[in-house]
Protein backbone atom coordinates (compact mmCIF):
# COMPACT_ATOMS: atom_id res chain seq x y z
CA UNK A 1 0.00 0.00 0.00
CA UNK A 2 3.10 2.21 1.05
CA UNK A 3 4.68 2.01 -2.22
CA UNK A 4 1.88 2.49 -4.18
CA UNK A 5 0.80 5.67 -2.20
CA UNK A 6 -2.01 4.55 -0.41
CA UNK A 7 -1.01 6.10 2.92
CA UNK A 8 -4.66 6.57 4.33
CA UNK A 9 -5.28 2.59 3.89
CA UNK A 10 -1.70 1.96 4.75
CA UNK A 11 -2.94 4.17 8.12
CA UNK A 12 -6.13 2.63 8.24
CA UNK A 13 -4.62 -1.24 8.19
CA UNK A 14 -1.91 0.20 10.43
CA UNK A 15 -4.47 0.84 13.09
CA UNK A 16 -6.28 -2.63 12.74
CA UNK A 17 -3.07 -4.41 13.88
CA UNK A 18 -1.18 -1.48 16.35
CA UNK A 19 -2.17 -3.47 19.62
CA UNK A 20 -0.10 -6.48 18.62
CA UNK A 21 2.92 -4.16 17.56
CA UNK A 22 3.31 -1.78 20.22
CA UNK A 23 6.71 -2.74 20.97
CA UNK A 24 8.09 -3.24 17.38
CA UNK A 25 10.38 0.10 16.49
CA UNK A 26 9.64 -0.62 12.14
CA UNK A 27 6.66 -0.75 12.84
CA UNK A 28 5.91 2.32 14.63
CA UNK A 29 8.42 4.37 12.24
CA UNK A 30 6.52 3.56 9.56
CA UNK A 31 3.64 4.71 11.07
CA UNK A 32 5.03 8.04 12.42
CA UNK A 33 6.43 8.17 8.88
CA UNK A 34 2.71 7.52 7.16
CA UNK A 35 1.30 10.67 9.78
CA UNK A 36 4.39 12.35 8.69
CA UNK A 37 3.67 12.03 5.04
CA UNK A 38 0.10 13.19 5.83
CA UNK A 39 1.52 16.36 7.17
CA UNK A 40 0.13 15.16 10.52
CA UNK A 41 3.19 15.84 12.31
CA UNK A 42 1.42 16.00 16.12
CA UNK A 43 0.75 12.48 15.08
CA UNK A 44 3.81 11.35 13.89
CA UNK A 45 5.60 12.40 17.08
CA UNK A 46 4.58 9.96 19.62
CA UNK A 47 5.49 6.66 16.87
CA UNK A 48 8.93 8.34 16.39
CA UNK A 49 9.56 8.82 19.86
CA UNK A 50 8.61 5.42 20.76
CA UNK A 51 10.39 4.05 18.00
CA UNK A 52 13.53 5.90 19.21
CA UNK A 53 13.09 3.63 23.12
CA UNK A 54 13.56 0.44 21.21
CA UNK A 55 16.25 2.17 18.91
CA UNK A 56 17.89 5.09 20.70
CA UNK A 57 20.68 5.20 17.45
CA UNK A 58 18.33 5.07 14.90
CA UNK A 59 18.94 8.54 13.00
CA UNK A 60 16.19 8.28 10.48
CA UNK A 61 13.92 8.46 13.02
CA UNK A 62 15.93 11.20 14.84
CA UNK A 63 15.79 13.42 12.07
CA UNK A 64 11.77 12.87 11.14
CA UNK A 65 11.03 13.19 14.83
CA UNK A 66 13.39 17.24 14.40
CA UNK A 67 11.39 17.80 11.06
CA UNK A 68 8.06 17.09 12.81
CA UNK A 69 9.41 19.71 16.04
CA UNK A 70 9.94 22.15 13.49
CA UNK A 71 6.65 21.54 11.71
CA UNK A 72 4.75 22.16 14.95
CA UNK A 73 7.53 25.05 15.50
CA UNK A 74 8.77 23.39 18.51
CA UNK A 75 12.34 24.75 17.92
CA UNK A 76 14.01 23.39 21.39
CA UNK A 77 12.85 20.20 20.94
CA UNK A 78 14.03 20.23 17.17
CA UNK A 79 17.91 21.50 18.83
CA UNK A 80 17.82 18.67 21.42
CA UNK A 81 17.01 16.13 18.17
CA UNK A 82 20.03 17.41 16.86
CA UNK A 83 22.09 17.38 19.32
CA UNK A 84 20.98 13.82 19.71
CA UNK A 85 21.60 12.65 16.40
CA UNK A 86 25.60 14.62 17.25
CA UNK A 87 26.00 12.42 19.89
CA UNK A 88 25.49 9.63 17.60
CA UNK A 89 27.12 11.03 14.39
CA UNK A 90 29.20 13.78 15.27
CA UNK A 91 29.59 14.25 11.88
CA UNK A 92 25.81 14.27 10.27
CA UNK A 93 25.93 17.07 8.29
CA UNK A 94 22.12 17.38 8.20
CA UNK A 95 21.56 17.63 11.65
CA UNK A 96 24.68 20.21 12.19
CA UNK A 97 23.68 22.67 9.89
CA UNK A 98 19.95 22.92 11.28
CA UNK A 99 21.51 23.09 14.41
CA UNK A 100 23.46 26.01 13.52
CA UNK A 101 20.80 27.22 11.51
CA UNK A 102 18.57 26.86 15.12
CA UNK A 103 20.88 28.92 17.01
CA UNK A 104 21.00 31.62 15.03
Sequence with gaps: MIQRGEYTEALEFGRSIEERYTEDHDFLFIMGSIYYILEEPA??????ERAITFQHDDIEALMLKTNAHLALKQAQEAVLCCMQI???DPKHEEARALLAQLSE
Excluded: G
Aim: avoid cysteine; glycine fraction near 0%.
Design 43 to 48: RALPYF
Design 86 to 88: LKI
